[in-house]
């Protein structure tokens, strides 16, 4: 079929198979246009298929020469449908480590299972041995207990105090008021529950216990904090509580597993354009300003070279740089400085000043948007028909 991006509601439905195979060569050869980094041999990425994981896969294998296992849940392709982005995104990673000689296999699943932690366990030790890298990635919208059947949902809200803000429609880049009630305790649980800690700690329990988790081995599960901008719907909402469990953790983590030298960190990154952060309240006209900024400035990146920074100047180099104050790694560092901070809060009163003023800078996370699904990625005839599945 011909496949033309079709967005409701900040939300993609469709994804190009040409295009996502081109964003992947594209990371890759970045990547490899770099130092290569001499860091892990053996790596486990939870939530592979998309965004930071799958730079950091991209960057565990073709800048450190490291055989990976990625885990992530999507969807093939039908004759009158698409696959998800991630099925494309896996089938290039794969087609490209193929190539290049490197061994990767893949686990398409529910991570929070333990039929696809068994599954993986037993891969790793039949086909790869022991990791030395572990990285968890996951934004799920809900989580079924396996023990229980019971379904957890998490929800983007406020907490103690309703939130009103502006958002911006990717598709028209008209401005909206959003509003949002404050969460349940339930609510705030729930999300915890999903998006906090606990399956982190259960997928590191898991490869230790089936003797695939080398010693000495590194863990990062990566997390975002933000600006005081989008705090009240972030930072001190229920992703913000859910957050403070995944930093909590990490604590947790090192103290159990000390007797095997693991370190476990939590890597604080920066705003990004995702399926996730497309879809919350206000993030996605931050993040259209912020592009603008950082980019005037000449320090707009990616996540893939995000994901270089994590494993050059953290990970694996000879002298890393420091972490903040609660041990965490800051790859927001050149979001958050205070001259950048300034200028996107000044372009907010602009729009608060005058919410009908066309929002111009929504065109670069626009641009992003669609180059994240597969679209607009120069060299790719969008008149061909193209095999879905």
């Keep these: 079929m011909i496949i033309l991006p079709k967005i409701r509601q900040n939300i993609c439905l469709t994804a190009h198979p040409d295009g996502c195979r081109e964003q992947v060569r594209e990371q890759i050869d970045y990547v490899c246009s770099q130092p290569s980094i001499k860091g892990p041999k053996r790596v486990l990425i939870i939530g592979a298929s998309n965004g930071y994981g799958l730079a950091a896969r991209i960057v565990s294998a073709f800048s450190c020469g490291a055989a990976t296992a990625g885990v992530f849940l999507e969807r093939p392709g039908t004759e009158s449908r698409t696959a998800t982005v991630g099925w494309y995104n896996n089938l290039a990673f794969e087609e490209a480590a193929e190539e290049a000689g490197l061994m990767a296999f893949s686990v398409n699943g529910d991570s929070f299972s333990d039929e696809v932690k068994d599954r993986t366990v037993q891969r790793i030790r039949g086909e790869m041995g022991p990791v030395d890298c572990v990285l968890y990635s996951i934004a799920a919208p809900r989580r079924i207990d396996v023990a229980t059947g019971q379904i957890y949902s998490s929800v983007v809200k406020p907490i103690g105090r309703t939130f009103s803000g502006m958002t911006v429609d990717i598709k028209t880049g008209e401005m909206k008021e959003v509003v949002a009630e404050p969460a349940t305790e339930e609510e705030i649980a729930e999300t915890v529950k999903v998006m906090g800690g606990e399956d982190w700690m259960d997928w590191i329990s898991a490869l230790s216990d089936g003797g695939v988790l080398a010693r000495g081995a590194v863990t990062a599960a990566l997390s975002y904090v933000g600006p005081e901008i989008t705090a009240p719907i972030y930072r001190d909402g229920t992703m913000g509580r859910a957050k403070r469990h995944l930093e909590a953790t990490a604590r947790e983590i090192n103290r159990r597993f000390a007797d095997q030298d693991l ?66 790694i800051r790859l927001d560092d050149w979001e958050m400085r205070d001259d950048v901070q300034r200028e996107v809060a000044a372009l907010w009163r602009q729009i608060d000043d005058d919410p009908s003023r066309p929002v ?24 061909l028909d193209v095999e879905t599945s």
């Design 263 to 328: 370190r476990a960190v939590i890597s604080v990154n920066k705003a990004l354009v995702t399926r996730a952060s497309a879809v919350i309240p206000t993030v996605t006209l931050y993040i259209s300003l912020l592009y603008s900024v950082m980019k005037s400035k000449g320090i707009h990146e990616g996540c893939i070279q995000q994901m270089v920074r994590l494993y050059r100047d953290y990970f694996y180099a000879a002298d890393p740089k420091p972490l903040d104050s609660d041990g965490r």
């Design 360 to 383: 111009r800078e929504i065109d670069g996370f626009r641009d992003e948007f669609l180059r994240h699904h597969g679209f607009e990625m120069p060299g790719v005839d969008y008149d």
